[in-house]
């Protein structure tokens, strides 16, 4: 059973910083591609960043340059630290993970990763940028 537990959401004024963890199993992390997701009220959930155990990693439009993917080995954990945000990222973050099968998946063309080719998810960590 694959588990993913975030953390790190809160509350933060626009311009400011953020960062998400996400811990999992040694299996998960070694086998898995993991992505974060957002979903803002009223919208649909989209991907926003994804790395796989050798650390390449693919980000939407919407984080490049300001947000940055990373993991720990040592910890299991996958991280997404978020800089210079706006209230336009206000949403639900989730951590998610598929088993690396496919490049595809993980590293789609325009980093449009599919919320349907994930197939586990964590719990979500609200983040909330005010103006």
């Known amino acids: 059973q694959v588990q993913l537990a975030e953390s790190g959401g809160g509350s933060v004024q626009s311009g400011g910083s953020l960062r998400l963890s996400c811990a999992t199993s040694k299996y998960t992390y070694n086998n898995y591609c993991m992505g974060w997701f957002r979903q803002a009220p009223g919208k649909e959930r989209e991907g926003v960043a994804a790395i796989d155990s050798d650390g390449s990693t693919i980000y939407a439009d919407s984080a490049k340059g300001r947000f940055t993917v990373s993991q720990d080995s040592a910890k299991n954990t996958l991280y997404l630290q978020m800089n210079s945000l706006t209230p336009e990222d206000t949403a639900m973050y989730y951590c998610?993970?598929?088993?690396?099968?496919?490049?595809?998946?993980?590293?789609?063309?325009?980093?449009?990763?599919?919320?349907?080719?994930?197939?586990?998810w964590g719990q979500g960590t609200q983040v909330t940028v005010s103006s």
């Open positions: 998610a993970a598929v088993p690396m099968v496919s490049w595809d998946i993980c590293f789609p063309n325009g980093g449009n990763l599919g919320v349907h080719d994930f197939n586990y």
